[in-house]
């Protein structure tokens, strides 16, 4: 349920292996309204089969920060994608490998036999109640964790980012740019961001990210045309569009299955929170979900055990990249890291000095031992006995 990246993934694949499959989306459309800025990878809407027109790469990378700025030039590996395109593009080949959506079906409680979670209740279009049982049920609610919640699994989430962001006509902001801003004037616990999406067009936002404060980033938002290195950038421009949303920026959760259940996506806390991306991971991660949902189907064993294959899957592939991307964003968070810590011109210039070669595989979160090593070598200090326990110490 919920026809976000994680759910729509999720459905293609177990309808793609021969499981009969509903989505129920809340809205009364798939993709809209966009809750998220669509930044990703080239690398990963290739290998995840994205069309080339759905999203747009972006070449040069600028980071500023309050009195410094670095540069490079990154050809093919960045990318801002279109959010409602793609997501419709998930729903279409969802329908085309067999499954169903019911859009402005609001899922509401959880069917229970026994221990086992049996389906769902929703109020349908109508408003009329309505019970769906199903032999796996799966949590892809996003943020509101809705199922997990009521089958007893995680918490609410208290500590989330909180992202605002316009969609500007801009005609003097150059194509195939990104601006990533940080500093505590423009972005308090977090960082800003333009991006272009297209020519004449750009994104533009603030969110909070290390999140134990209690920063409202739309406060901040119309703040960012008054950067002297960004006023021409957006001179003439006007918003077309407004996003907001929230993003989990807590552990990925310890099971993700149950007796007749799976959880993906944000609902179980599968975003990086290292820079508050989210989308190609629940994208890999709804199609193991999916997967797996239809093998125990066809094998007429739905219960912890078989469905725990799921979690086994997730962990191998990215429990090592989330869960240090969420030590990193607690100790960014924390007195000695982010803005109590080194102070933003330090990082921006570390930034410089490592390298983008070096530095993009850790934004990525591929926290392989390998570019780890790489890493370390040219900032021995980041990686000092003490900062990796200080990191370890704040997991959870
Ligand atoms: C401000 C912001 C900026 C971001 N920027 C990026 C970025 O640049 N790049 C990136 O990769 N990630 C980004 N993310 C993260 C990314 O958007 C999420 O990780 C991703 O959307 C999660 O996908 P999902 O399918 O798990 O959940 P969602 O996309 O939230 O989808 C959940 C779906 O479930 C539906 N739903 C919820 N409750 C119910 C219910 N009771 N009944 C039926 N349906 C329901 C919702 O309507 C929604 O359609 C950003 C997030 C935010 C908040």
């Avoid at 809209?32 to 990378?61: I, K």
């Avoid at 395109?85 to 509401?108: I, P």
């Avoid at 500093?183 to 290390?210: F, K, M, N, Q």
């Amino acid at each position: 349920m919920g026809a976000g990246p994680a759910g729509l993934s999720a459905a293609r694949a177990a309808a793609a292996a021969g499981a009969s499959t509903l989505v129920l989306e809340k809205q009364n459309e798939v993709g809209y309204p966009v809750h998220t800025s669509g930044g990703s990878w080239v690398s990963d809407m290739r290998a995840l089969d994205v069309p080339e027109h759905l999203y747009h790469p972006v070449d040069d990378v600028t980071l500023l920060g309050p009195a410094s700025q670095v540069s490079w030039r990154l050809p093919d590996t960045v990318c801002m994608i279109d959010v409602r395109g793609l997501y419709q593009h998930l729903a279409e080949k969802a329908v085309a490998a067999g499954a169903q959506l019911r859009v402005r079906h609001s899922v509401t409680d959880v069917l229970r036999d026994g221990t086992r979670i049996a389906g769902v209740t929703a109020n349908d279009h109508r408003g009329t109640r309505i019970e769906l049982r199903a032999a796996v049920t799966v949590d892809a609610s996003g943020f509101s964790r809705r199922i997990g919640l009521k089958a007893g699994i995680g918490e609410p989430f208290r500590r989330y980012g909180f992202g605002a962001e316009y969609e500007l006509v801009a005609p003097n902001f150059p194509d195939r740019t990104i601006y990533v801003v940080v500093g505590s004037e423009v972005a308090p616990d977090g960082y800003a961001w333009l991006a272009s999406v297209a020519p004449g067009r750009v994104r533009v936002g603030v969110g909070t990210i290390h999140s134990d404060g209690n920063v409202d980033p739309r406060l901040y938002l119309d703040r960012l045309s008054e950067i002297p290195q960004l006023r021409d950038l957006l001179a003439a421009s006007s918003p077309v569009e407004l996003h907001t949303g929230l993003i989990p920026a807590e552990a990925p959760l310890e099971r993700m299955s149950a007796d007749g259940l799976l959880i993906v996506g944000d609902a179980a806390g599968q975003a990086s929170t290292l820079i508050g991306e989210g989308i190609r991971f629940c994208m890999y991660s709804g199609d193991m979900a999916g997967s797996v949902a239809a093998d125990a189907v066809k094998a007429g064993n739905v219960n912890a055990a078989e469905l725990g294959r799921y979690d086994k899957m997730w962990r191998r592939r990215f429990g090592r990249s989330i869960e240090w991307a969420y030590r990193i964003n607690r100790y960014m968070a924390s007195e000695s890291g982010g803005q109590g810590g080194a102070g933003w011109d330090d990082y921006v210039s570390t930034m410089g000095e490592i390298g983008i070669e070096r530095a993009v595989p850790l934004i990525r979160g591929d926290f392989t031992a390998s570019n780890l090593a790489a890493f370390a070598a040219t900032k021995p200090w980041l990686f000092g006995r003490r900062g990796v326990k200080a990191l370890w110490q704040l997991k959870r």
